[in-house]
């Protein structure tokens, strides 16, 4: 005896290759996914892939020593900043690239310095450099600079 034919073969059956109905989706461009920050972005993301051993650690220490509810509300206002601007999507896809890039320990650090980094433009006008300063600390500290104009905590 055989089994009754699957009704759902059917109409799946025009998307079989070689029958012209699938096409390549070409991937987004950086803008999109990034916002104005996406050269910074992507170099960051770039830089946290290359990671030493001792850079992980370091940061990932930095990081758990400076939690605590101003590194909260530092995220909050970013996101926040990000939400007021149409910019949260953009936000997201930075935080998750970031913390994609490495499977070290930094990545939490790594996330929030990118958090901070995709609405680093509205310092001032929905975030505070204090909230930006918060974020990318730790990985600031360790590595320097997230952006080529800001200063380096490493030197005070």
Request: glycine share 8%.
């Given at each position: 005896?055989?089994p009754?034919p699957d009704p759902?073969s059917?109409?799946?059956a ?12 070409p991937d ?6 990034l916002?104005?920050q996406?050269?910074e972005?992507t170099s960051?993301?770039t ?11 370091a ?11 101003e590194r909260f509300a530092?995220r909050?206002q970013?996101?926040?900043a990000?939400s007021t601007?149409?910019r949260l999507?953009e ?11 490495t499977?070290?320990r ?5 996330g929030?310095?990118a958090?901070?980094?995709?609405v ?10 204090e909230?930006?300063?918060?974020l990318?600390?730790?990985?600031a500290l360790?590595?320097?600079p ?8 490493r030197?005070r």
């Open positions: 005896m055989r009754a759902r059917d109409t799946h025009p998307t079989r290759a070689g029958s012209g109905w699938l096409r390549a989706v987004a461009d950086s803008t999109q996914l916002g104005p996406h050269a972005l960051f993301f830089s946290v892939g290359f990671l030493t051993p001792e850079q992980d650690a940061i990932e220490s930095k990081w758990y020593d400076m939690r605590g509810p530092s909050g970013a996101s926040q990000a601007h149409a999507e936000q997201l896809n930075a935080r998750q690239r970031a913390w994609a890039a499977t070290m930094a990545r939490d650090a790594a929030d310095a958090h901070a980094l995709s680093r433009d509205l310092i001032g006008v929905g975030m505070s450099q909230a930006y300063d918060e990318v600390a730790p990985w360790v590595m320097g997230v952006h080529p104009a800001d200063t380096d905590p030197s």
